[in-house]
Nanobody, 126 residues
Framework: QVQVAESGGGSVQAGGSLRLSCVVSRDIDSSDCWGWFRQAPGKEREGVATIIGFVSSSYADSVNGRFTITRDNAENTMYLQMNSLRPDDTAIYYC????????????????????WGQGTQITVSS
């Protein structure tokens, strides 16, 4: 059974915007820490942003000021609004839900989540 599922990936020119969605099963507690992560070709996974409740917890320095994480608790859906996209944002983006260990603030670097999506590809061309 799929617990989380990302959508909204695609290709965009540098400077453009995209919004990713992550639909989470309704039996997963929406008050938990959730997050977005990404992995570029040849690189290890990196944290993008985390959220707990209605408040963003943390952003990676590389996306801070350009990306915004939000959540609709009624729909158990998390979003990542990505503006001013750059070629180095190209990666597979993963949704994660239900932090198991640590704090949500620290989850960017310690992403021990119970559920992970299958990933959605973002390609930013110059």
């Amino acid at each position: 059974q799929v617990q989380v599922a990302e959508s909204g990936g695609g290709s965009v020119q540098a400077g453009g915007s995209l919004r990713l969605s992550c639909v989470v099963s309704r039996d997963i507690d929406s008050s938990d820490c959730w997050g977005w992560f990404r992995q570029a070709p040849g690189k290890e996974r990196e944290g993008v942003a985390t959220i707990i409740g209605f408040v963003s917890s943390s952003y990676a320095d590389s996306v801070n000021g350009r990306f915004t994480i939000t959540r609709d608790n009624a729909e158990n859906t998390m979003y990542l609004q990505m503006n001013s996209l750059r070629p180095d944002d190209t990666a597979i983006y993963y949704c994660a839900a239900s932090l198991i260990e640590g704090t949500c603030f620290g989850a960017l670097s310690r992403p021990v989540f119970r559920y992970w999506g299958q990933g959605t590809q973002i390609t930013v061309s110059s």
